[in-house]
């Protein structure tokens, strides 16, 4: 009998997002499955992702001051395709999401997205990956919310993620 080697099929991970529009910071997971090998150095998959913005927002109105709290989240499904080299991963992908801007008065509206990404993974210790990326977005705008409100066209994401 021969060992033989298990390898990760799965990966779960967690970061940080940084995007130009209020709320600017905010808190992301993923999770992802290996869905195809052709070769030992390609790997197509799948990912499940979402994000959390929040931010609370101060303005003077009438003379007085007024204080709200934003909300962003979206959710989303990719497809990613990635090369593993030596110490790194470059890797590209593209998905689909909904996302829903949320502001403290109970006003909130969704839209549906598309998305392209591409990063690429610290690969120095086994199972623990660092990583890059950017994901850029078509910009929506949210216009039922009573007020000029566009969503980000991209992002800028550091992360780490564990494989099981």
Do not use: C, W
């Given at each position: 009998m021969m060992p033989v080697q298990s390898l990760a099929q799965w990966?779960?991970?967690?970061?940080?997002?940084?995007?130009?529009?209020?709320?600017?910071?905010?808190?992301?997971?993923?999770?992802?499955?290996?869905?195809?090998?052709?070769?030992?150095?390609?790997e197509l998959g799948l990912r499940l992702h979402g994000s959390f913005?929040?931010?609370?927002?101060?303005?003077?109105?009438?003379?007085?001051?007024?204080?709200?709290?934003?909300?962003?989240?979206?959710?989303?499904?990719?497809v990613k395709g990635g090369v593993s080299l030596v110490l790194l991963k470059p890797y590209v992908g593209v998905g689909i999401g909904n996302n829903t801007f949320d502001i403290e008065e109970g006003n909130s509206e969704s839209n549906f997205f598309w998305n392209g990404f591409g990063?690429?993974?610290?690969?120095?210790?086994?199972?623990?990956n660092p990583y890059i990326e950017y994901r850029l977005q078509p910009t929506d705008e949210f216009e039922n919310?009573?007020?000029?409100i566009e969503s980000s066209d991209g992002r800028f994401i550091i992360g780490l993620s564990l494989s099981f």
């Open positions: 990966s779960l991970g967690a970061s940080y997002e940084m995007r130009e529009e209020v709320p600017e910071n905010g808190f992301g997971v993923q999770i992802e499955r290996e869905i195809y090998k052709p070769i030992p150095i390609i913005f929040r931010e609370e927002n101060e303005f003077e109105a009438d003379g007085l001051m007024v204080s709200r709290d934003i909300e962003y989240y979206d959710f989303g499904l990719a990063g690429v993974e610290l690969t120095p210790i086994p199972r623990l919310l009573g007020e000029d």
